[in-house]
């Protein structure tokens, strides 16, 4: 008989964050050995390829780069090196930036997670909002139109959606800034920030609420079917009663495991995002980066961004098991 | 002198398919008094649970629509009434019990929640008196360490547990009609006694109506006063419960009887199994329903559809071979 | 017999079957580019920035270098769809083999399969691709592993579920029985009944990338020697105020493409489930 107090849940939480960061370790390694490999895999020497395309000539930094890169050494213990590096938090040095590499990162990484969880915010709510509207008023002119809109938003390149409401809602009518993240000179307020987030997080979030709202639109019509429903409608609680809270918590499950799954590509759609609108965050360092071939700063993005949706997934984990008591840890 | 708790007359309900329309319930009448018992009885598919949901107003629609009769709840008809009106009957002055517990309850709610939401919605207790309240029903019927219970979730309970809950749910605003659903079905048998058990004590405490719907005549004959045989969507027999197993009228009864183990009934020995099937509602015969599969069909029983007829007070069957002489 | 109705359940979806004319009529002005446009569709014809209807002989106007973007969009559906098809084929191959061997033998083999797949839903994937091909060279061919070695995972999981619920059933066990090899039993077996659902997810990971290659070619990291749709999109962006048109049109086409796989995989997938249909 499992215990039911609070605390007792507190400590299935517990256990379920040790796993996670247990797993996590296993997961890190294969994204550090997989990108390392694959940069490996380049044609050309690692060294030319940055010598070159960081303009450095003289020998004695040529050298010095040899050694700190430790780039006589065979790949296996250059890779080997480069865990032991990470593990002390050191993701090596950037010439191009002229600072280690994790400071360069650090410089973009709050607005790239800003655009992210607006846009996670705003695809889970419009998503489960349209989705309970859809299922509330199904085979009706709303669940028609919930439909429609989803199969666009679905099918839209977000860059290219970013470009046309640029076009519609900053040149045509003016209502909202181009691009940036703060107006130049005499911006920076938390309101001049939200307002420059609008565009952004709508191109980057409607494609993902189309996708919870067509989940959670089937979901929540099979979970309508089930019997505890009938159950609540016998206590003589009206159908919006029922819906909103018997319905609708067990109905966000599937979308909750999705919402998990997707958050790579989320992170990963905010790099395109942050092109389209000049939004300063990861994104611009990276396209300077994987151009310049910048290895140390593409691999320390990777690494970094592989953390930040393993955190996130651990963060929807932890939602779910909120959401669902029937979630025992093994 | 006080109206009948719960008085269906000429109830029928009608399925409205893409292949045509199914009399799902035809012209059911039954009434039951304060503490009575009245077993609705029948194989699944015969329209039990469609006849509840109807008392209930609670048939999915579409498909299922109520065409005709009337529900007179405590006198008042309640067929004709809003569904906002319906509120405040269910679980007030009609309570009902559903067949499989583990999925009759929210998996992820409380059960604390799940009972104080029925008392809070038709009592104006708040939130702490609804959770006082709901301890008091898991005591009530028979739940140990209930104050440890109301914070459990359903799949921390056994199926009697949970279908104790649901129980304390339907009788939590004390209704006087409480409509019970093969409450015991899906339970291990030592379980089902204690709750029929249960479901008896509460009975006779608050002197509920009760409609027991079941397809299990050992059940019967320990719950029921009276008993009510359906047959693709009609009463086909009625009678006090005693009469029934002594000497059943209608064919269908005494098969039903005969493929049922009851200990002490005459047949116990005999598990005879009624051949072929309920014949599905949009493939009704002309004459009457049972006729393909009775033993004693005469001619007449393939042409034309027996009526309800009233031997004795108390007594009805609809069966022209039960006219000509006892099974 | 069951061919057929499943394809009369497929034509009475209207959304499906408008998903598939729209869809054919893509690849018919993909294949016959040559015909009707006959020259390099990057070469200049016209007055720049011409707006679509203004020149009868440019229905869709031109772009900031006065090339013609009919002709352009239509070779570019060439690049697109090509792209598409073969990273959602190389996506199918990665994912059936893997997904075959984890729900087939289980064990350690499935254990390190769902580790892999957990890998490559961590990394984000977009960017992985952009490395892949910056490091290996902008090609076509390099585009479409990248896409394809992102992709995989949903395949696997689909294929393993798949395998798992087939792998002891009577007819497998009839083949162990009788001394077929672990080899035939999968492929010869098992694949062949577990492949419907498989078809109906490839059908969407086209769709899928073919977002994803516009995205690189949007972001100036596609093969420089074609015009695919995204990079089309892209060459406009500078001229959004003046003719935001150059941006839009190819961007339609994109969606349209995309809007129509979708049906045509839901299509197919209601096709598969028919009891869904009647709820």
């Known amino acids: 008989m499992a215990s039911t107090s609070g605390s007792s849940r507190r400590n299935a939480a517990l256990r379920l964050l040790k796993r996670r960061l247990l797993q996590a370790i296993p997961l890190m390694l294969g994204v550090v050995v997989i990108n390392f490999v694959l940069i ?92 309970v509207v859809a299922s509330a008023k199904v085979r009706t002119v709303w669940d028609t139109a919930v439909s429609v809109a989803a199969m666009f938003f679905f099918a839209a390149p977000s860059f290219w959606l970013g470009i046309m409401m640029i076009v519609l809602f900053a040149v045509k009518l003016g209502w909202l800034p181009v691009s940036g993240m703060e107006t130049i000179g005499g911006g920076g307020g938390v309101l001049d920030i939200l307002h420059h987030l609008i565009l952004p997080t709508l191109a980057l979030g409607l494609f993902y609420a189309a996708t919870y709202a067509r989940v959670m639109r089937s979901s929540m019509l099979e979970v309508a079917q089930l019997d505890f429903v009938r159950t609540a409608r016998a206590k003589g609680l009206s159908r919006r009663r029922v819906t909103l809270s018997h319905v609708l918590r067990n109905a966000l499950l599937p979308v909750v495991t999705i919402l998990g799954v997707q958050m790579g590509t989320i992170l990963a759609g905010s790099v395109v995002i942050e092109s389209v609108f000049s939004w300063p965050g990861v994104g611009s360092l990276l396209f300077d980066s994987v151009s310049s071939r910048n290895y140390p700063v593409v691999l320390g993005i990777m690494v970094l961004g592989s953390l930040v949706v393993i955190a996130a997934n651990i963060a929807v984990d932890l939602i779910y098991m909120w959401l669902d008591p029937r979630i025992e840890i093994r | 002198m006080a109206a009948v708790p719960l008085e269906v007359s000429d109830l029928r309900t009608t399925l409205f398919t893409r292949r045509g329309e199914m009399k799902a319930v035809d012209g059911l009448s039954l009434s039951v008094g304060a503490g009575e018992t009245v077993a609705l009885v029948g194989e699944s598919g015969c329209g039990k649970s469609l006849s509840a949901l109807s008392i209930m107003r609670l048939l999915p629609d579409p498909p299922a629509r109520i065409v005709g009769g009337a529900v007179k709840l405590n006198g008042r008809d309640i067929v004709p ?56 029903l898991l005591e009530q019927v028979g739940i140990p360490d209930a104050a440890r219970r109301l914070d459990a979730y359903p799949h921390q309970l056994s199926g009697g547990m949970c279908q104790r809950v649901v129980i304390a749910m339907a009788i939590a605003c004390s209704p006087s009609v409480l409509i019970a659903d093969e409450p015991t079905t899906a339970l291990d048998v030592t379980v089902q006694a204690q709750v029929l058990t249960l479901l008896k004590r509460l009975q006779a405490e608050a002197g509920m109506a009760m409609i027991f719907i079941t397809h299990d005549l050992g059940v019967v004959a320990e719950t029921a006063d009276r008993v009510v045989v359906m047959y693709a969507g009609r009463k086909v027999e009625e009678a006090a419960v005693d009469d029934l197993f002594e000497a059943p009228l209608h064919p269908y009864t005494a098969g039903l009887i005969g493929a049922t ?27 009457c329903a049972f006729a393909p599969r009775c033993p004693r069909a005469m001619d007449r029983c393939r042409t034309e559809r027996p009526a309800l007829t009233e031997p004795r007070p108390g007594r009805r069957v609809a069966c ?4 000509k002489g006892p099974t | 017999m069951e061919r057929f109705a499943f394809l009369g359940r497929f034509a009475r979806n209207r959304g499906a079957l408008a998903g598939t004319v729209i869809i054919l009529l893509v690849a018919f002005a993909a294949l016959s580019a ?105 090609t076509l061919h390099n585009i479409v592993i990248a896409i ?20 002891d059933r009577e007819f497998v066990q009839a083949c162990r029985s009788m001394g077929m090899g672990d080899f035939g039993i999968i492929v010869r077996e098992i694949l062949p009944n577990a492949l419907p659902p498989v078809i109906v997810l490839s059908s969407l990971v086209v769709a899928g990338a073919i977002l994803f290659e516009s995205a690189v070619s949007f972001l100036g990291l596609g093969d420089p020697n074609i015009a695919s749709w995204g990079r089309l999109v892209g060459d406009g962006r500078e001229l959004i105020r003046s003719s935001w048109y150059i941006c839009a049109i190819p961007g339609v086409a994109i969606m349209v493409t995309v809007l129509c796989l979708n049906l045509i995989g839901d299509g197919l997938n209601d096709a598969l489930n028919p009891k869904l249909r009647d709820r």
Do not use: C
Request: no cysteine; aromatic share 8%.
């Open chain 3, 148 to 167: 394809g070695i992102v992709s995989w995972t949903p395949i696997a999981r689909m294929t393993r579920a798949e395998f798992l619920a087939l792998r």
């Open chain 2, 261 to 287: 183990p009851v200990p002490g009934a005459v047949r116990a020995e005999r598990l005879a199994d009624i051949p072929g099937m309920v014949p599905p509602l949009n493939a009704l015969p002309p004459g």
């Open chain 2, 81 to 136: 009434l809003s569904e906002e009106s319906m509120l405040d009957i269910r679980g007030k002055e009609i309570g009902m019990i559903f067949q499989d517990p583990m999925s009759a309850l929210n998996p992820v709610a409380t059960i604390e929640k799940q009972i104080a939401e029925v008392v809070m919605a038709h009592t104006g207790l708040g939130r702490f008196q609804a959770r006082a309240r709901a301890h008091e």
């Open chain 3, 34 to 138: 040559p015909v009707f446009f006959p020259t390099d569709p990057l070469r200049m014809v016209a007055q720049p920035e011409l707006w679509p209807g203004e020149d009868p002989a440019f229905p869709l106007g031109t772009d900031s270098l006065g090339r013609d973007m009919l002709a352009m969009l239509v070779h570019g559906a060439r690049a697109t769809l090509l792209i598409g098809l073969f990273a959602s084929a190389v996506a199918t191959l990665i994912g059936v083999s893997v997904g075959a061997a984890a729900g087939y033998f289980g064990g350690w083999i499935d254990e390190t399969a769902m580790r892999a797949v957990e890998l490559f839903q961590t990394i984000p994937n977009l960017i992985f691709v952009l490395t892949i091909v910056v490091i290996l060279g902008s």
């Open chain 2, 320 to 323: 022209f071979a039960a006219e």
């Open chain 1, 40 to 131: 490996h895999l380049a044609p050309g020497s690692f060294l030319e390829l940055m010598t070159a395309e960081n303009q450095v000539s003289d020998p004695a930094t040529v050298e010095l780069l040899r050694k700190t890169y430790g780039l006589d050494d065979p790949v296996w213990l250059q890779l080997v090196k480069y865990i032991w590096a990470l593990m002390h938090l050191d993701f090596g040095f950037s010439y191009r930036q002229n600072m280690p590499v994790l400071d360069a990162i650090w410089v973009g990484l709050p607005a790239t997670l800003l655009l992210m969880i607006s846009s996670i915010t705003l695809a889970f709510v419009i998503g489960v909002a349209a989705g």
